[in-house]
């Protein structure tokens, strides 16, 4: 069984910056696609950050320019370095995988995943 275990959240002044990891436990696909996706009180699970398993990434306009998703080498481990961290960005953060072929476009939408972990608070004070 696989398990997703997201740390790194925290408190930070706006302007600050923060680094997130989520690191997998358990056998998984040898084709695998992760995800950054944030939840704000009273809003929807938005994606904001996406790796193919092939090294490409993409981001929500809301992030571009101040996330960067990357992973180590073995694949068990993504990050989300997050810069220029304003109020706006105040959410649980979850890390979320699944098999690059069930994921398809749809790299950014919640209902792609399976595998999520079980957040991470980050909260930025203006």
């Known amino acids: 069984q696989v398990q997703l275990v997201e740390s790194g959240g925290g408190s930070v002044q706006a302007g600050g910056s923060l680094r997130l990891s989520c690191a997998r436990f358990?056998?998984?696909?040898?084709?695998?696609?992760m995800a950054w996706f944030r939840q704000a009180p009273g809003k929807e699970r938005e994606g904001v950050a996406f790796?193919?398993?092939?090294?490409?990434?993409q981001y929500a306009d809301s992030v571009k320019g101040r996330f960067t998703v990357s992973r180590d080498n073995a694949k068990t481990t993504l990050y989300l370095q997050m810069n220029s961290l304003s109020p706006e960005d105040t959410a649980m953060y979850y890390c979320?995988?699944?098999?690059?072929?069930?994921?398809?476009?749809?790299?950014?939408?919640?209902?792609?995943?399976?595998?999520w972990g079980q957040g991470t608070q980050v909260t930025v004070s203006s």
């Open positions: 790796i193919h398993d092939d090294g490409s990434t």
């Open positions: 979320a995988a699944e098999n690059c072929g069930r994921v398809g476009r749809q790299i950014l939408s919640q209902r792609a995943y399976s595998y």
């Open positions: 358990g056998y998984f696909y040898s084709n695998n696609c």
